[in-house]
Every structure is written in C-alpha cells, then in structure tokens.
C-alpha cells in the first residue's frame, strides 16, 4: 500500500486528532466529536472518514484499542482509536503552525480585534 | 431500505477499503439515521454521504491503483505472467456486466470511425458554400464537357475571384455532391488510349481558342502532338501522372506557371452554379453572418497590439460592415497583426478592402487572374483611419493560399508589411477553368494583367516570408518584433 500523505496534514486529518485529544472513540464517535467542535461545520462522510484513520494508523499517529479493551467499554463491538504520543505531537505542532499565520494575519490587520 | 443503497453505493470503492471498513462505513451510516430524522436532517445525511463518494471514491482507487503498478514490475525476464488482482472469483452478474459495456464500447468505437468517414474539415463547408452560392459578381467558370468540347461555348470571365481549393490542385476542387450524376469514377491507373487522346486534343483546342498568347497555344499545340506521336503518353496509366506530365510539357513551352492541366479522381461537377438566384444571396448572407465574414478574432493585445484573425476573403458587397467595423476597433492599435494563417483565399474586392487601411493613397494591388482595372486599386485613404503609418505584420502559413497570398505577394512588394511565418501554398488560380470531362479539367489564363514587381508571380513557389518561424509561432514572434519596434520609437 502505497503510503498516503500527512505532510502537509490535511484538515480532517487535524480535526480528528484533536477529537482523540482527550478521550478514545469510534468511528461515529469521531465523526459526532469532529462536528461539534468545527461548529457543525465539518461533517465528516465515511469515506473521508476511514482514509484519513487509515492513514494516521499506517503512520501511526493513532491506534486501534484491542478488541478486549471495546468489550471493557461494553456498548455494540465497535473498533475505538486512541491518540498516540507521535500523533499527539503532530496535534501540537500543527496548533504551533496555525498560530504563527494567526500572528501573521493578525500583524498584517487582516484579523479585526486582538482575540487569540 | 436507505441503508440497502447505502450498502449498494459502497461497493463503488476498492475492495480492499471495503474489506477494512466497510462494516464500520455502514454502522456509521446506521448510526447517523438513527439519531438524524426528520425531513432536513435525513437530505443532509443524503447530501454528506453522496460529496464523501464523489471525493472519497476517486482518492481511494488513486491509493490503491500503485500497488498494481508495483505488483507488475516483478517480471522475471519475457516470462508470461499474471497476477490476482483479488483473492475471490468475480461474480456471474460482475462478468455480465462487464461483457456488456465491452460490447457497448466496440459498437460506439465502431460507428464513431463510421461516422468518422463522412467527416469534412472545416475548408470543405467554406468552400461548399462559395460553390452553392457564389457572390453576384463571382467568377462563372463554365466548363465544356464532351459533347462541347471545341463548340467554343466556354466563356471568358468578366471579373475573377480566386477559388478557396487546396494548394494541391489549384483548381476549383471536385464537388462530390455535384458530380454526382456523372459516371462512376475512374481510378487511378486505368486511363486508356481514347481518355488520352481525348484530353490531349482537349487541351489544344482550348488552348488555340482560349490562350491570351495564341502564339505560344500553337507552340505548346505542337509540342504535344509531337510528344504523343513518339508514343510517350502511351504507357501512362495513372490520370495524376498524365496531368502532371502534360501541365510541365506546356509550361516548359510557355514558361507560363498559370497553364495547368488537372486530374482529379472524384468526378468534376458537370456544370459549375453560374445562375445567382435570390435564394442563394440569402444563404450566403446569412453563412457569412454566422461566421462573422470570416473575421475569427479581432482584439487589441498587450502594449496596444491590434490583433486580426481572417480565415477567407467573403465578398465585399455582404461584408463591407463587418470588416470597417474590424477596423474601426483597431483605429488606435500602434502596430496590426493580421492573422492568415488559416486564409484560404476569397474575393479580390475584399483584399483590396482590408488593403485599404494600410495606405494613405490608392495602391495598385497586382491579381494575376484580372485585367487592371479601376478596382485593381486600394481605396485608400479611408477617412479617419489612423493605421496607414503603423507597423504592420502578416502572419502567413503553407495554408494560406490563393487571395490571402495576393494580399501578401502585394504588401511584401510595397514593403508595406513583414511577413512572418512559412512560405504561403502558392496557389494563384490565375487560369479560367474549362472542363475536359469527367476526371479532367485545364486552367487557362486569359487576361494578361500586369505585374509590375517581376515576371512571376506567387504560382507554385507562394510567398516566401521575410521572418521564417514555424506556424504555432508565428504569433509570439510578430508580437515580439512589433514591440521592439514600438519601443525604438
């Protein structure tokens, strides 16, 4: 399988990271979680969805919970993914990035007001 | 019922996404219908899943696609050999399916190259429609056929216009459609004694009767005869052969490029239109204004460039409007580029027309196929034209043939324009047309205009350009050239 690309990270790629942050979830989990926090605004569709899961495992900025865990978790036999250390990484210093253009926004006067 | 076609939508992506996620693509699905209903919610869900196929289906298939690639490349040296692109058999319905587009393809292939046959370049309908509807004051070339041949009923023209052929055959090229009454065709290589002696006796009787030199008709009489007496045409059987053979004989004898004898394969029309019905005036009114005169482009370009793009020469009494005002658009350019590239000839009043704006007198404008005449001349000045004195620069092609090269052969003589881009076709078409008969026909001048730059003309050499560039260049090249200049100014 030829290795799907991160660099640069695409945003749904982002979203779902951040969605991880603080607590495991599934699939649909995510999807809930991603739309929540983008407002509503990304609604993420199954496709987009399990690539971008794809290809954080394959390079394993998350994982998959064994199935032993799921069960602990009890509810329907789901697969749950868990931020790792790596993708934890990733999450900060893609925030890092969009913080500096926001400096950058911000010094060129493009942002009204001196929130952030 | 959703969540069946849902199941059925997924099977659009590889197998491979499918195996991993497909269980959990469809309990997502499960999911979301169950907490979004209500009418708005449910055609979003529908609007979500249906983009994240258009997007997700595509990408998947990219990702998957490589490894093939990469299975492939394992070749053990000219060893046939094939691999699994799956770990099941395809299904019955699967090899249906594909059996079926395979038989919608060939079919569609096969009567696309059907159709590909009666296909007709864009030249073809131009000239299609000069043939149908030639302008009122058009050439009446009248053709003899068998039964007329020395009956002298083949008329002179009163005025010419130059016929939009191919530079092959510089002559008024058969019309299928025309020809259609006449005889089955003769293929190349079956011309026979009687079709030989037949056409040589042709050629000389409308030569003695037609030639504006009657002393070098004579000549050239006798020298075929001689040449057929020592049996030198007998062994020629090929009708393009023979044309070729006999229009060099004539011209070594006249050193005249106009005289020209023709063959043609598909059979001549029997009697080129001369009658201008009001009908015909109308349908070639309205060609003219779909195709806007033939005026493709005319547009100012960067650093003030006028830019004009004409592909025939329509006649001036249909599109005299259209062409001032090409020019009034352009009145303000600091230098003109006039794009022929295309041009297949046309009308000599039109050449004169265009010709106009680039003069600040009446220029004599050389047509080898009319006497000189009042309109042999520009009608320049044109009032409150302003491009008399600007650079001007022709864009010239092995296409351009015919009038466009008229207008070329007389800017490039008054050392009025550069000419940039290939050697034009060199077609004058300076000869009137008389039919032989059904494959065989002759052109023949029979005015003797004046050139006054040289004794030839642009009959079979074309005018060469004074910048050569390749064709698809041409532009870039002339812009280049004229901004130099501007800029020396």
Same mark, same amino acid.
């Given at each position: 399988?030829?290795?799907?690309?991160?660099?640069?990270?695409?945003?749904?790629?982002?979203?779902?990271?951040?969605?991880?942050?603080?607590?495991?979830?599934?699939?649909?989990?995510?999807?809930?979680?991603?739309?929540?926090?983008?407002?509503?605004?990304?609604?993420?569709?199954?496709?987009?969805?399990?690539?971008?899961?794809?290809?954080?495992?394959?390079?394993?900025?998350?994982?998959?919970?064994?199935?032993?865990?799921?069960?602990?978790?009890?509810?329907?036999?789901?697969?749950?993914?868990?931020?790792?250390?790596?993708?934890?990484?990733?999450?900060?210093?893609?925030?890092?990035?969009?913080?500096?253009?926001?400096?950058?926004?911000?010094?060129?006067?493009?942002?009204?007001?001196?929130?952030? | 019922?959703?969540?069946?076609?849902?199941?059925?939508?997924?099977?659009?992506?590889?197998?491979?996404?499918?195996?991993?996620?497909?269980?959990?693509?469809?309990?997502?699905?499960?999911?979301?219908?169950?907490?979004?209903?209500?009418?708005?919610?449910?055609?979003?869900?529908?609007?979500?899943?249906?983009?994240?196929?258009?997007?997700?289906?595509?990408?998947?298939?990219?990702?998957?696609?490589?490894? @093939?690639?990469?299975?492939? /490349?394992? &070749?053990?040296?000219?060893?046939? *050999?094939?691999?699994? +692109?799956?770990? =099941? $058999? !395809?299904?019955?319905?699967?090899?249906?399916?594909?059996?079926?587009?395979?038989?919608?393809?060939?079919?569609?292939?096969?009567? @696309?190259?059907?159709?590909? /046959?009666? &296909?007709?370049?864009?030249?073809? *309908?131009?000239?299609? +429609?000069?043939? =149908? $509807? !030639?302008?009122?004051?058009?050439?009446?070339?009248?053709?003899?056929?068998?039964?007329?041949?020395?009956?002298?009923?083949?008329?002179?023209?009163?005025?010419?216009?130059?016929?939009?052929?191919?530079?092959?055959?510089?002559?008024?090229?058969?019309?299928?459609?025309?020809?259609?009454?006449?005889?089955?065709?003769?293929?190349?290589?079956?011309?026979?004694?009687?079709?030989?002696?037949?056409?040589?006796?042709?050629?000389?009787?409308?030569?003695?009767?037609?030639?504006?030199?009657?002393?070098?008709?004579?000549?050239?009489?006798?020298?075929?005869?001689?040449?057929?007496?020592?049996?030198?045409?007998?062994?020629?059987?090929?009708?393009?052969?023979?044309?070729?053979?006999?229009?060099?004989?004539?011209?070594?004898?006249?050193?005249?490029?106009?005289?020209?004898?023709?063959?043609?394969?598909?059979?001549?029309?029997?009697?080129?239109?001369?009658?201008?019905?009001?009908?015909?005036?109308?349908?070639?009114?309205?060609?003219?204004?779909?195709?806007?005169?033939?005026?493709?482009?005319?547009?100012?370009?960067?650093?003030?460039?006028?830019?004009?793009?004409?592909?025939?020469?329509?006649?001036?009494?249909?599109?005299?409007?259209?062409?001032?005002?090409?020019?009034?658009?352009?009145?303000?350019?600091?230098?003109?580029?006039?794009?022929?590239?295309?041009?297949?000839?046309?009308?000599?009043?039109?050449?004169?027309?265009?010709?106009?704006?680039?003069?600040?007198?009446?220029?004599?404008?050389?047509?080898?196929?009319?006497?000189?005449?009042?309109?042999?001349?520009?009608?320049?000045?044109?009032?409150?034209?302003?491009?008399?004195?600007?650079?001007?620069?022709?864009?010239?092609?092995?296409?351009?043939?015919?009038?466009?090269?008229?207008?070329?052969?007389?800017?490039?003589?008054?050392?009025?324009?550069?000419?940039?881009?290939?050697?034009?076709?060199?077609?004058?078409?300076?000869?009137?047309?008389?039919?032989?008969?059904?494959?065989?026909?002759?052109?023949?001048?029979?005015?003797?205009?004046?050139?006054?730059?040289?004794?030839?003309?642009?009959?079979?050499?074309?005018?060469?350009?004074?910048?050569?560039?390749?064709?698809?260049?041409?532009?870039?090249?002339?812009?280049?050239?004229?901004?130099?200049?501007?800029?020396?100014?």
């Amino acid at each position: 399988m030829p290795k799907r690309k991160l660099d640069p990270l695409p945003s749904a790629a982002f979203q779902i990271l951040l969605s991880l942050a603080d607590q495991d979830l599934h699939g649909y989990g995510i999807m809930r979680q991603v739309a929540e926090q983008t407002g509503g605004g990304m609604r993420l569709g199954p496709g987009t969805l399990y690539s971008s899961i794809q290809s954080l495992l394959e390079a394993k900025f998350i994982e998959e919970l064994d199935p032993s865990e799921d069960m602990k978790l009890g509810e329907e036999r789901r697969r749950y993914y868990r931020l790792t250390s790596a993708g934890r990484k990733l999450a900060r210093s893609e925030a890092d990035r969009l913080a500096d253009l926001l400096r950058v926004a911000r010094s060129r006067k493009i942002l009204r007001g001196d929130y952030v | 019922m959703s969540e069946t076609i849902y199941a059925f939508l997924l099977r659009l992506f590889p197998s491979q996404f499918r195996e991993t996620y497909g269980e959990e693509a469809l309990q997502l699905f499960r999911d979301r219908a169950r907490d979004e209903t209500g009418l708005s919610s449910r055609a979003r869900l529908w609007f979500d899943l249906l983009a994240d196929l258009v997007i997700s289906v595509p990408r998947e298939y990219f990702y998957a696609e490589p490894e @093939l690639i990469a299975a492939s /490349g394992q &070749h053990f040296g000219g060893t046939p *050999s094939f691999y699994f +692109l799956g770990d =099941s $058999a !395809p299904r019955p319905g699967a090899l249906l399916l594909g059996a079926v587009l395979s038989l919608v393809a060939a079919l569609t292939f096969s009567s @696309l190259l059907s159709q590909g /046959g009666v &296909h007709k370049p864009r030249n073809a *309908s131009a000239r299609q +429609l000069r043939q =149908s $509807a !030639p302008p009122a004051h058009a050439a009446r070339q009248v053709a003899g056929n068998k039964d007329s041949l020395a009956a002298g009923t083949n008329k002179t023209l009163s005025s010419a216009s130059f016929e939009q052929g191919d530079s092959d055959d510089s002559m008024p090229a058969p019309i299928n459609e025309a020809g259609a009454s006449v005889a089955a065709p003769v293929g190349r290589g079956n011309l026979d004694a009687a079709e030989r002696q037949l056409v040589v006796d042709a050629a000389i009787t409308n030569l003695k009767q037609h030639y504006v030199y009657p002393d070098r008709a004579q000549k050239i009489a006798e020298t075929l005869l001689a040449h057929k007496k020592r049996g030198e045409y007998d062994a020629i059987a090929d009708g393009d052969t023979f044309a070729h053979q006999l229009t060099k004989q004539m011209r070594d004898v006249s050193h005249d490029m106009h005289l020209e004898l023709v063959y043609s394969r598909d059979p001549l029309p029997p009697q080129p239109t001369e009658e201008q019905t009001p009908e015909k005036l109308a349908r070639y009114r309205e060609a003219m204004k779909q195709i806007n005169c033939a005026f493709e482009k005319v547009e100012t370009l960067p650093h003030n460039i006028g830019y004009l793009k004409l592909n025939f020469f329509p006649d001036r009494s249909e599109c005299e409007q259209t062409v001032t005002a090409a020019m009034v658009s352009l009145n303000n350019a600091d230098a003109l580029i006039i794009d022929l590239r295309d041009n297949r000839g046309g009308m000599p009043n039109m050449v004169a027309l265009l010709a106009s704006y680039l003069f600040d007198h009446p220029e004599y404008f050389y047509n080898p196929r009319e006497n000189t005449t009042q309109e042999s001349w520009t009608h320049s000045p044109v009032p409150g034209n302003k491009l008399a004195d600007k650079p001007v620069y022709v864009l010239t092609s092995s296409r351009t043939i015919s009038g466009a090269e008229q207008f070329c052969y007389n800017l490039k003589m008054l050392k009025r324009a550069t000419l940039i881009g290939e050697t034009t076709g060199g077609a004058a078409h300076a000869g009137v047309w008389h039919r032989i008969d059904d494959h065989f026909g002759m052109g023949i001048p029979e005015t003797k205009p004046i050139n006054p730059y040289a004794a030839s003309d642009w009959a079979d050499t074309g005018v060469e350009p004074d910048v050569k560039v390749s064709v698809p260049d041409a532009l870039e090249a002339a812009v280049k050239l004229a901004q130099t200049k501007l800029q020396k100014k």
